[in-house]
């Protein structure tokens, strides 16, 4: 009486296992997100978004406030650090109680750009890169927004941080004076 068995051997349960893991690696590297340059402009353009929304919702500064403190801003977005990974704080002011004709900007937000992408430089202005004077010293960029909706006009250029050749290398956000809307595009154009 001869037996027949049936089933898989062991060796071709361990090939199959070596297998799945090869592919499982494979689709984790593919799948693992990859921050792009438009992922940061959009990123950075909410932030001025929120400046905007929070400057129209917090209503206008006291007159003796603005002219204490040279402003009528009420929110801000400011970059500290320098590049090619600043940060981006917003920031509302926060008046002092009356007579005093003081203020104080409180942080309400932040953003650090990712390694992966390098925030090259700025213009004061909305225009395509090179078109207008840009600055690269990330230190001084500051972008205020007003009680009526207004915000200051700035444009912003990011890049990948490394060297490649496809259509989501460059990246770059503006901020419309009025309404404050955000504009962002694949490209420095």
């Given at each position: 009486?001869?037996?027949?068995?049936?089933?898989?051997?062991?060796?071709?349960?361990?090939?199959?296992?070596?297998?799945?893991?090869?592919?499982?690696?494979?689709?984790?590297?593919?799948?693992?997100?990859?921050?792009?340059?438009?992922?940061?402009?959009?990123?950075?353009?909410?932030?001025?978004?929120?400046?905007?929304?929070?400057?129209?919702?917090?209503?206008?500064?006291?007159?003796?406030?603005?002219?204490?403190?040279?402003?009528?801003?009420?929110?801000?977005?400011?970059?500290?650090?320098?590049?090619?990974?600043?940060?981006?704080?917003?920031?509302?002011?926060?008046?002092?109680?009356?007579?005093?004709?003081?203020?104080?900007?409180?942080?309400?937000g932040r953003y650090t750009v990712d390694s992966?992408?390098?925030?090259?430089?700025?213009?004061?202005?909305?225009?395509?890169?090179?078109?207008?004077?840009?600055?690269?010293?990330?230190?001084s960029f500051s972008a205020s927004c007003y009680?009526?909706?207004?915000?200051?006009?700035?444009?912003?250029?990011?890049?990948?941080?490394?060297?490649?050749?496809?259509?989501?290398?460059?990246?770059?956000?503006?901020?419309?004076?009025?309404?404050?809307?955000?504009?962002?595009?694949?490209?420095?154009?």
């Amino acid at each position: 009486m001869t037996r027949t068995q049936r089933g898989f051997t062991l060796v071709e349960l361990m090939v199959v296992v070596a297998i799945v893991s090869v592919l499982a690696t494979a689709a984790g590297l593919y799948l693992r997100p990859v921050t792009r340059p438009i992922d940061v402009a959009v990123r950075v353009g909410d932030l001025m978004r929120e400046a905007n929304q929070r400057a129209i919702a917090l209503g206008p500064v006291r007159g003796d406030v603005a002219v204490a403190i040279g402003t009528r801003a009420r929110t801000r977005v400011r970059a500290i650090g320098a590049a090619p990974q600043p940060t981006f704080v917003v920031e509302r002011l926060e008046e002092a109680p009356e007579p005093a004709s003081t203020a104080t900007w409180f942080e309400i937000g932040r953003y650090t750009v990712d390694s992966a992408v390098v925030a090259d430089s700025f213009s004061n202005g909305v225009a395509a890169h090179g078109a207008l004077p840009v600055s690269t010293a990330w230190t001084s960029f500051s972008a205020s927004c007003y009680p009526d909706g207004r915000c200051d006009a700035r444009t912003l250029y990011f890049r990948l941080a490394t060297s490649a050749s496809d259509a989501e290398t460059f990246a770059r956000m503006s901020v419309l004076p009025l309404g404050g809307a955000i504009m962002t595009r694949k490209d420095w154009n």
